[in-house]
């Protein structure tokens, strides 16, 4: 079974960067794509941002786009989630997920089997 544990989160000021890590373990992580997602106090998960374990190719959110960065580093079975420019309503537990296959298909949760135990990120000044 793949693990994944998510670390990195904590307090920063509006307009600061935080770096998210998913490590993973079990198998390897470039078999599978990686999602991250975010829930914030009342409101619905959401998705964040995908990377694909086949070509690598990315996707973002809409209201992430142009700020936030994911990537992976196979060596280290490890996908980064560089969050630039943060907004308060940028606050939200943060999660990783993988589904059972090497593409990101969409944002939709139920698409994804395996989840991390989250880590809290909160914007405030």
């Known amino acids: 079974q793949l693990q994944l544990v998510e670390s990195g989160g904590g307090l920063v000021q509006p307009g600061g960067s935080l770096r998210l890590s998913c490590l993973a373990s079990?198998?390897?992580?470039?078999?599978?794509?990686i999602g991250w997602f975010r829930q914030a106090p009342g409101k619905e998960r959401e998705g964040v941002s995908c990377i694909s374990g086949s070509d690598g190719s990315t996707y973002y959110a809409d209201s992430v786009k142009g700020r936030f960065t994911i990537s992976r580093d196979n060596a280290k079975n490890t996908v980064y989630l560089q969050m630039d420019s943060l907004k308060p309503e940028d606050t939200a537990v943060y999660y990783c997920?993988?589904?059972?296959?090497?593409?990101?298909?969409?944002?939709?949760?139920?698409?994804?089997?395996?989840w991390g135990q989250g880590t809290q990120v909160t914007v405030s000044s």
């Open positions: 079990g198998l390897t992580l470039d078999y599978y794509a």
């Open positions: 997920a993988a589904p059972p296959f090497k593409l990101c298909v969409s944002f939709s949760s139920s698409l994804f089997g395996f």
